[in-house]
């Protein structure tokens, strides 16, 4: 049964995807440049969240359920740049907890690399339905990146998968209510909304095995809408988030835009964090 617990945070301040598709010169480049611009935008969107962040709840809902291990492996899906993770390795360590760190995802840009890691990581360049490692993982951690692996069903069995024997799973997306999740379902992709925690802790209890349980946790912050001399990209990167990988028509983008400009200068982000793990 899942048990659904509120968790106040209001106050916390390559291996190339080269497949057998040919493609041409310019098709590289138009990659690139997608890439290069969904890490910009990631990073602008940051500095949008300012300091309130859910990586201290999400580290502190794993911790409680390492049962004292002070080393554990970690898979990171859709690592990006490696700014989120970093994070979670640095609030570990200071609990004492060493962090083995694994990370995949088909876009790692060089910035990862030269990240201050404290204990340097596996960086993986690989879209994760090709990711095949020989090893479990103690705890699989997918922070906003579940909407970007294909089938449901698919993605979450293959997260499942690699967990090692009582190993933690943990997936963040948007609640409802969260302005990227409002752009996304109403404006940007209506024909396909990003599925929500009830989605999530449904289709987990058809795969998990007996033994787990789910929990969910909620995490809410502001997100600055002006404030920015670039102010045309900050509003920019928000739909770029919020389109995930959908294709976006003009009219979508401008009322995407109009409804951003209403809501004045900052608005919600609301994330939940659903958690796997055997009940005790
Ligand atoms: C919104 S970002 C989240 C990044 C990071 N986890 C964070 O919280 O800052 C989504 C990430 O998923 C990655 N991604 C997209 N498709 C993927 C796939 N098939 N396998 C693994 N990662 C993927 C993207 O490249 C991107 O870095």
């Given at each position: ?5 509120v968790?106040?945070?209001s ?7 080269h497949?057998s ?24 969107l940051?500095s ?6 859910e ?31 970093i ?9 004492g ?13 060089a ?27 103690d ?28 190993g ?7 609640d409802?209510?969260c ?6 379902d ?26 787990y ?6 995490f ?27 294709h976006v028509?003009?009219?979508a ?8 400009r ?19």
């Amino acid at each position: 049964m899942d048990t659904r617990r509120v968790y106040a945070a209001s106050r916390l301040t390559r291996r190339e995807n080269h497949a057998s598709v040919r493609t041409t010169p310019q098709q590289v480049q138009y990659e690139d440049r997608n890439r290069t611009h969904l890490i910009d935008s990631l990073k602008i969107l940051r500095s949008a969240f300012g300091a309130i962040s859910e990586t201290p709840m999400l580290v502190d809902v794993i911790h409680a359920r390492l049962k004292g291990r002070n080393r554990v492996s970690m898979l990171d899906v859709g690592i990006a740049d490696g700014s989120s993770a970093i994070k979670v390795m640095a609030a570990f360590a200071d609990r004492g907890v060493r962090l083995d760190l694994t990370g995949v995802d088909p876009h790692i840009p060089a910035t990862a690399y030269s990240q201050d890691w404290i204990y340097s990581p596996k960086l993986m360049v690989a879209s994760f339905d090709e990711f095949e490692p020989r090893c479990r993982y103690d705890v699989v951690n997918a922070t906003q990146s579940l909407y970007y692996l294909g089938k449901l069903d698919t993605a979450l069995r293959k997260l499942v998968s690699l967990l090692s024997r009582d190993g933690v799973l943990a997936i963040t997306i948007w609640d409802d209510g969260c302005i990227l999740k409002i752009l996304h379902d109403r404006y940007l992709s209506p024909r396909d909304p990003a599925p929500g925690p009830k989605d999530i802790a449904n289709a987990l209890s058809g795969i998990l095995p007996p033994t787990y349980t789910t929990q969910t946790y909620y995490f809410e912050g502001p997100i600055a809408l002006n404030g920015f001399t670039d102010e045309g990209r900050l509003e920019e990167s928000v739909i770029d988030i919020a389109r995930r990988s959908a294709h976006v028509s003009n009219r979508a983008r401008m009322l995407a835009y109009t409804y951003i400009r209403s809501l004045g200068p900052t608005s919600v982000r609301r994330n939940t964090i659903i958690v796997a793990s055997p009940s005790c």
